[in-house]
C-alpha cells in the first residue's frame, strides 16, 4: 500500500486560508468516507483534527474544515494563526482493510 | 480524558525481539478498537496493526505481516505488540492509538510514544 500524496510544504500569512491535499485511490480515499487528518508538532504526539472527511472532534478549532472529491481529500484551515504551524498528514482506510496516511505536509505561519 | 502510556521500547539488536506495552484508562477500554503507528524521527506516520474490541480480529501492514504480534489484556486495560525478527527498518517511535469512538476502527486518540532503535 503506497502512502497517499501531499504536497511536502504549504506557508501563508497570519489571517490567510490555505488548503492542503492528499490523493489517493478509488482503494482509499476514492472508496470510502473514511478520512481523518492529524496535526502533530515537533517532539509531540500527533492530533487528531478531523475525522469521516468532514467531522470536527469537540474542542478543535472550526477553522479547521475537511472535504474530499473523487480520489482527494482536502483540509483547510482558515485564519491562519501562528499555533497551526505543525505537520499535517492524512489517513484513509482502505480495501485490504488497513490504514495508510500521508505523506505529511509541512505548513509554515509566514 | 484519554490516557494511553507506551512502554517497552530501547535498543536491540537486528533479529532479536521486543515486547511493547501501552496502558490505557480514562475509558471503556474493552470497547474500542486499538492501533499501534510508528514513525522514523523526522519522517511520515506508518500504521502497523489493529485490533478489535475482544482481540477476535487483527490486521496487519504487509512490512510486519508474520513478524509482529497485536494483542490485549482487556482485563489489564493493556494493549501489546511483540516484534519478532527485528530489521534496522523498524526503527521507530510506536504509537498507541485508540478508535475515534465505539464500534469503529478509525483512527482517534494518541499515546505519546516509545521508541525502538534496532542497531545492526
Known amino acids: 500500500q503506497s502512502a497517499l500524496t501531499q504536497p511536502a510544504s504549504v506557508s501563508g500569512s497570519p489571517g490567510q486560508w490555505i488548503t492542503i491535499s492528499c490523493t489517493g485511490t478509488n482503494s482509499d480515499i476514492g472508496g470510502y468516507n473514511y478520512v481523518s487528518w492529524y496535526q502533530q508538532h515537533p517532539g509531540k504526539a500527533p492530533k487528531l483534527m478531523i475525522y469521516?472527511?468532514?467531522n470536527r472532534p469537540s474542542g478543535v478549532s472550526n477553522r479547521f474544515s475537511g472535504s474530499k472529491s473523487a480520489n482527494t481529500a482536502s483540509l483547510t484551515i482558515s485564519g491562519l494563526q501562528a499555533e497551526d504551524e505543525a505537520d499535517y498528514y492524512c489517513?484513509?482506510?482502505?480495501?485490504?482493510?488497513?490504514?495508510?496516511f500521508g505523506t505529511g505536509t509541512k505548513v509554515t505561519v509566514l | 480524558e484519554v490516557h494511553l502510556v507506551e512502554s517497552g521500547g530501547g535498543l536491540v539488536q537486528r533479529g532479536g525481539s521486543l515486547r511493547l506495552s501501552c496502558a490505557a484508562s480514562g475509558f471503556t477500554f474493552t470497547t474500542y478498537w486499538m492501533h499501534w503507528v510508528r514513525q522514523v524521527p523526522g519522517k511520515g506516520l506508518v500504521w502497523v496493526s489493529r485490533i478489535d474490541e475482544t482481540g477476535s480480529i487483527t490486521t496487519y501492514a504487509d512490512s510486519v505481516k508474520g513478524r509482529f504480534t497485536i494483542s490485549r489484556d482487556n482485563a489489564q486495560n493493556t494493549l501489546y505488540l511483540q516484534m519478532n525478527s527485528l530489521r534496522a527498518e523498524d526503527t521507530a517511535v510506536y504509537y498507541c492509538v485508540r478508535a475515534i469512538e465505539y464500534g469503529s476502527s478509525r483512527l482517534g486518540y494518541w499515546g505519546q510514544g516509545t521508541l525502538v532503535t534496532v542497531s545492526s
Open positions: 469521516d472527511v468532514t
Open positions: 489517513c484513509s482506510y482502505t480495501s485490504s482493510t488497513t490504514y495508510v
